[in-house]
């Protein structure tokens, strides 16, 4: 005789049920508190920051410390800089669609890139900057965990199932690997693209195409479209799939309402984004897009299966660990991990035709069978299936295929879910007549079972295999002590006891039942999973996720100031690891450096700097510390006042070495020593040849104090032992100073001696002087700082045109050098300018305003060093004018003589079309949703007028819908 507590996990009000349930939201909540950690009440930062300070100049500042996470350089120099910069806007009241402050001016909120407009970027606007991140993350978590929780309830699951989905999915690798990034804010909403698709396939009400739009505007507003196409992509599939499933004979119309529910679902959601979109397209069309294209053999490796299982069994990414991950695809690319008790739950529902298929909406099972195994397939095998892919436009064919994993994670998470509601229920009958075979195809349903488990483990076998090869081959051809076969058959190992644990407890829910004593061992087993499952992914992400000190977070520097105290409406550019990629945009100093796509006609300004500034991709332009880059013409015509180095870079200037003539001495701590300098031009540095160095890297520092013949001090500065190698020079740069020096003081900070060379018994100390190159260095400390004295600036006035139509002869002209300063270089011809010189005032230079006043001797042309050309306009006096391109990347207007006042400001066609688009979008659905709400409430008055009459409570009872109570149950979806 059954009895309540027998009764369905998901549906039962018994304790069991509730307990079941309780104990995946406290896995879910131990998952999201312990894995994020300190963060939450600013203990530390979540962010990457401290990978940061190890470069110039918070690393020459001793600031570096141990880092946790290696790869994640793009959340510290990209993202959360600019997502900081707006906020900051923000919340001083301004939308900040422009960010001036990299590569010559980039869209901020004016695009999706950096993901400010996403729901899941509200911390950024509540909290202060260090602890947003890790705020976001939280909320990342609840919203994935919901997404799915909402989509598996419209698709029949329990709660306690349905939450399990939800924390497969937060815990799958995507949402894992790519924390910190916009990616991870856009695939979280991927269940809430499915839960509304499915509920328009259910429902086919208006309000779900609603739904439906506001889910994909979300995505797009998370700054990673491929994650967004790859969601769109299955849903498209899973529409057409559920729609033929539950079609029947001459139901079309209610097929094609669906289907036109959809497409306007989808047309609202990028009508919604289409703010952003618009201007995307619009800057995107002018950028440096390049080597995107795929191919074929542009997928994952097989062996990163084993991450799935195991996710270090093939090396971490801490850079204090080993081993280092081994793969040639990187960690945050690579990553596949679904966790061991997941997949077992998943094997459960493949392996339960019956069960499975009976438990989920008609074709759904099938659906998730097939598009998971064909995108394993094509993710990690490429050949055929990916080239066929690559036919399609844009999504396959120029985004990598691995980030394909976002959606499918979300798809192994509902089949992880389902396996679960099978093994809830147990021995129940699955309340569908047609999930099993009967009679003589009973035995069908065991035997594919079996095969199912089987071929489960003969492919576990053959991708752990396959790894113990590639970390053989790795051992050998490393021939270090990391034990790299061991340590993955260690970690593989591990994982296939939590498989073994999970298939004990499958068994225990599928076939164990009975007394309380059994029953309560079932619901011990159901609270054991996800616990495991979150036990195993914590393991992982304490690992990973990064937890930096609060000092670490963009620290100002003496660099930082000076830059802040002289740089004015100018920029710099700096080379190599000189100074933080994007570090100084939230504080307002302009560089040409920076990491995100660019101007097509400004990357060709960069590109013609000496040396190749782009990889591949071309986002992210590295300047060589040479005096070629720090020297070249191109820097003068684009307002470049300073040139950045690191200390560890080679000094510019005349270098008089002194190699010694074999002799040795030591420096003692603290103990200064004295080395006469001989009379020459003004030095830039002093080095020393060390032969020995410190034990523990980054404890010494080398002084060098210049004194006059009086005494007095010239100059002064130190430098942290980075950089230092036995046999080599070892430099430490010096201010450039007007008076002549005569002694240098050389003194050792640190715990232990250093060992140099000598000359007749002294150090040897060779010098650095300046020559006649065009610079200055006026700052030596945490980085070197070079005054361009060539550098013209950024905003001036040209009394002459020079007038090229070929733009590469364009940008010839520009890095030639032979340009005079009041030349300006056009495409087409414009208004005559007549020779005279112009005062200029900048009034604003902010944002997305640029505000000059003129007062010009004869007409000609106000130069904006900046990348303007695509986006922005210019009135002058109040009048629009023609945006001219010039000097190839820049931009000019043409002034008469006189005062005048010219206005600059980003507001393109575009951006103002994209606000119609979007303000009529938003109004068209907030109206279904009014009316929708209105009908509701209209409804619901008019039957409670009817149920108050006993003919009223008759005819509900008359149609079988029973008490309202038990209508409500019957109900029971999201």
């Known amino acids: 005789m059954r009895t309540k507590d027998d009764a369905d996990p998901a549906q039962a009000q018994g304790r069991g049920a509730r307990l079941v349930t309780a104990a995946v939201v406290v896995a879910v909540a131990l998952f999201a508190l312990i894995g994020i950690g300190g963060p939450l009440i600013g203990h530390g930062v979540f962010a990457a920051t401290d990978a940061l ?28 800089p600019n997502t ?120 086919g009400r208006a309000l779900d195409a609603v739904l ?43 097929d094609v309402r669906v289907l036109v529910g959809a497409a306007a679902g989808l047309a609202g959601g990028v009508a919604l984004a289409a703010v952003q979109l618009l201007p995307f397209g619009s800057f995107m069309s ?147 007549p047609t999930g099993a075979p009967t009679g003589r195809l009973r035995w069908a349903v065991p035997v594919y079972g079996a095969v199912v488990w089987l071929a489960a483990a003969a492919g576990t076998a ?104 002289n ?32 101007n097509g006609t400004m990357s060709d300004l960069i590109e013609a700097l000496p040396g190749a500034q782009f990889q591949d991709p071309p986002t992210l332009p590295v300047f060589s510390a040479g005096p070629g880059v720090a020297t070249s013409p191109v820097l003068d015509r684009l307002g470049v006042r300073y040139f950045v180095t690191s200390p560890i870079q080679p000094v510019f200037g005349d270098l008089d070495a002194d190699v010694g003539d074999g002799g040795t001495t030591r420096l003692a701590p603290e103990t200064p020593i004295s080395v006469p300098i001989p009379p020459g031009a003004a030095l830039r540095g002093l080095a020393v040849i060390p032969e020995s160095v410190p034990d523990v890297p980054g404890s010494t520092r080398i002084e060098v104090v210049l004194r006059a013949a009086d005494g007095s001090v010239v100059a002064r500065n130190s430098r942290i032992d980075a950089g230092m190698v036995p046999g080599q020079m070892f430099a430490v740069p010096l201010t450039e100073a007007p008076g002549p020096a005569v002694t240098a003081e050389v003194t050792v900070h640190g715990p232990q001696p250093i060992t140099v060379r000598t000359t007749a018994g002294a150090p ?17 400390g945490s980085s070197v700082i070079y005054q361009r004295l060539t550098a013209l600036p950024r905003i001036r006035w040209a009394s002459e045109t020079v007038v090229e139509p070929d733009p590469q002869r364009q940008v010839q002209l520009v890095a030639s050098g032979t340009l005079r300063p009041d030349q300006v270089v056009l495409g087409t011809p414009g208004p005559a300018a007549t020779a005279g010189p112009a005062t200029l005032d900048v009034t604003d230079d902010g944002l997305d305003d640029i505000d000059v006043t003129v007062d010009a001797a004869g007409s000609g042309y106000l130069v904006v060093a900046d990348a303007l050309q695509v986006g922005w306009t210019v009135e002058v006096d109040g009048q629009p004018a023609a945006v001219r391109p010039a000097d190839h990347g820049t931009v000019a207007v043409a002034v008469p003589a006189g005062h005048h006042v010219v206005h600059w400001q980003y507001r393109s066609a575009t951006a103002t079309a994209g606000v119609w688009v979007s303000t009529v979008a938003a109004l068209g659905l907030l109206a279904i949703v009014g009316l929708t709400v209105w009908r509701r409430r209209r409804d619901s008055a008019m039957t409670t007028l009817d149920t108050l009459s006993p003919r009223g409570e008759a005819d509900l009872e008359s149609v079988g819908l029973g008490s309202p109570e038990r209508t409500r149950r019957g109900h029971d979806h999201s």
């Open 286 to 432: 002018q950028a440096l897009v390049a080597g995107r294209e795929q191919t074929p053999q542009d997928h994952l490796p097989p062996e990163a299966l084993i991450t799935a299982l195991a996710p270090e069994g093939l090396g971490n990414v801490n850079p204090g660990q080993q081993p280092a991950f081994m793969l040639g695809v990187n960690f945050v690319e690579a990553l596949s991990y679904v966790g061991a008790v997941a997949i077992v739950l998943a094997v459960v529902a493949v392996a339960s035709p019956g069960r499975g298929r009976g438990l989920l909406p008609r074709g759904v099972w099938f659906f998730l069978i097939v598009a998971i195994g064909l995108t394993v397939a094509t993710t990690y095998g490429g050949g055929p299936l990916l080239a066929v892919a690559q036919k399609l436009p844009v999504l396959f064919s120029d985004n990598y295929v691995g980030r394909v994993r976002s959606v499918l994670g979300f798809l192994v998470a509902v089949l992880a879910a389902a396996g679960f509601e099978v093994v809830l229920r147990g021995r129940e009958p699955t309340g569908d």
């Open 567 to 598: 740089l004015g409406h100018e920029r710099y550019a700096f080379a190599l690891d000189g100074m933080g990629t994007g570090a100084d945009i939230p504080l307002g100093l302009r560089a040409l450096n920076g990491h995100i796509f660019v």
């Open 212 to 254: 439906l739009a506001a889910s994909v505007a979300a995505m797009l507003f998370g700054g990673f479209p491929a994650v967004t196409g790859y969601t769109l992509f299955f849903a498209a599939i899973y529409l057409v799939v559920r729609v033929v499933a539950e079609h029947r004979s001459g139901r079309w119309g209610a």
């Open 462 to 565: 053959w991708i752990w295999w396959r790894a113990r090869d590639l970390a053989r081959a790795t051992d050998t051809a490393a021939a270090d002590d990391v034990a790299r076969l061991y340590l993955l058959d260690r970690q593989v190992l591990a994982a296939l006891v939590l498989v073994a644990v999970a298939v004990a407890g499958v068994a225990v829910l599928r076939w164990v039942g009975g007394g309380r004593v059994l029953r309560g061992l079932r619901v011990g087993v159901a609270v054991l999973l996800p616990m495991l499952i979150a036990v195993q992914a914590l393991g992982l992400v304490r690992d990973y996720w990064p937890r930096s000190e609060r000092d670490t977070f963009y620290p100002v520097t003496d660099a930082q100031l000076y830059l802040q105290q």
């Open 84 to 203: 900081l910069l707006f906020a900051d806007a923000l919340k001083a009241g301004h939308i900040a669609a422009w960010n001036p402050y990299i590569l010559g001016g980039v869209p901020l909120g004016a695009t999706p890139n950096f993901a400010v407009a996403s729901p899941l970027t509200l911390p950024y606007y509540l909290l202060p900057g260090w602890l947003a991140p890790a705020w976001t993350k939280l909320l990342e978590i609840a919203v994935s965990v919901g997404g799915c929780f909402l989509f598996g309830r419209r698709a029949g699951l329990g709660r306690p199932a349905a939450l399990v989905g939800g924390l497969v999915f937060a815990t799958s690798a995507f949402l894992i690997a790519w924390t910190g990034w916009p990616q991870t804010r856009t695939a979280a909403l991927i269940g809430f693209v499915f839960w509304a698709v499915e509920r328009l396939v259910q429902r």
């Open 764 to 780: 040897a100390v060779s010098t650095i002087r300046a020559q006649d190159d065009g610079l200055q260095l006026t700052h030596a």
């Open 53 to 80: 300070v190890q470069s110039s100049p918070y690393r020459d500042a001793g600031l570096a410390g141990t880092v946790q996470t290696a790869f994640q350089n793009d959340t510290y120099d990209t993202f959360l």
